[in-house]
Nanobody, 124 residues
Framework: QVQLVESGGGLVQAGGSLRLSCVAS????????MGWFRQAPGKEREFVAA????????YSIDSVKGRFTISRDNAKNTVYLQMNSLKPEDTAVYYC?????????????????WGQGTQVTVSS
């Protein structure tokens, strides 16, 4: 079993920044992909970004490119999502997820474990 704990969410004005963190613990495979998803009220969970084990490959959706950056520290089993130039439409609960296969995917069903989520609210 893998446990994921997110932190760093909060309330911020449009144009502001937040840094989300997600710490993984438990039975972690030696190589894995980590991702960030978000879910706004009344909407489906949406892929935001993912990063491979080595950090060599990252992928993010067009709406956050140039504003959000995903990174990881394997020594700490932690993945980060630096969010700059936040917009009201970024408001959602943000979840981190782990995939025990070292390839990137955008599909919710392809991730094996999930955190509880952290709320991000961007006011206009």
């Amino acid at each position: 079993q893998v446990q994921l704990v997110e932190s760093g969410g909060g309330l911020v004005q449009a144009g502001g920044s937040l840094r989300l963190s997600c710490v993984a613990s438990g039975s972690i495979f030696s190589a894995y992909t980590m991702g960030w998803f978000r879910q706004a009220p009344g909407k489906e969970r949406e892929f935001v970004a993912a990063i491979t084990w080595t950090g060599t490959y990252t992928y993010s959706i067009d709406s956050v490119k140039g504003r959000f950056t995903i990174s990881r520290d394997n020594a700490k089993n932690t993945v980060y999502l630096q969010m700059n130039s936040l917009k009201p439409e970024d408001t959602a609960v943000y979840y981190c997820a782990i995939r025990n296969i070292p390839t990137i995917t955008k599909n919710v069903a392809d991730f094996d474990s999930w955190g509880q989520g952290t709320q991000v609210t961007v006011s206009s």
